[in-house]
């Protein structure tokens, strides 16, 4: 299962979520029909209805009649299975592909693993923990990342002064 997003909340009165996506493409979820949440357990649910916003996603499942059901569903995580995910462009990278990779300098100096990327609306950031403990925190620009290999769990960055401080 990966993960295409977060319930934020219910919205309005009939058991619709506002959905925070981990992509920009949001379009992608006018292609499903069902998903998977998971907050203690994982369910499934059918989606009656997508709204599109600039930054959200507005889902209403059949499963799901009301405020009070929604308010349930707050913070759980919405999944899909492999053969739902979306073609990728060139250059663009799955979470769960680039956590986990060694990042390594473009001396050969290695920084450590990817333990997560936090997404924010201008780039992501790569939250990277060192081989002593220290949290590293990369852009996820072209100007510093120069190769990204999952395939090899390897990410090759140009470190930009004061990068590292």
Do not use: W
């Not at 499963?63 to 707050?74: D, W």
């Not at 990278?93 to 693993?113: N, W």
Request: negative net charge; contains cysteine; aromatic residues 6%.
């Amino acid at each position: 299962m990966y993960l295409i997003g977060t319930v934020l909340k219910p919205q309005g009165m009939k058991g619709e979520i506002k959905v925070k996506p981990v992509s920009p493409r949001l379009e992608r979820f006018k292609l499903l029909n069902k998903v998977y949440l998971k907050k203690e357990t994982l369910q499934t649910y059918s989606i009656e209805t997508v709204r599109l916003s600039d930054k959200f996603v507005y889902l209403k499942f059949d499963e799901v009649k009301s405020r009070t059901a929604a308010e349930l569903l707050r913070g759980a995580e919405i999944l899909v299975e492999q053969q739902e995910l979306m073609d990728l462009e060139p250059d663009e990278y799955f979470v769960h592909d680039l956590v986990g990779c060694r990042v390594i300098s473009e001396e050969g100096t290695e920084l450590g693993e990817i333990v997560d990327v936090i997404q924010l609306s201008s780039n992501d950031i790569y939250v990277i923990q060192s081989p002593t403990g220290r949290e590293i925190l990369i852009p996820a620009v072209k100007d510093v990342v120069k190769k990204v290999l999952p395939e090899s769990k390897k990410i090759v960055v140009h470190l930009l002064e004061g990068l590292l401080d």
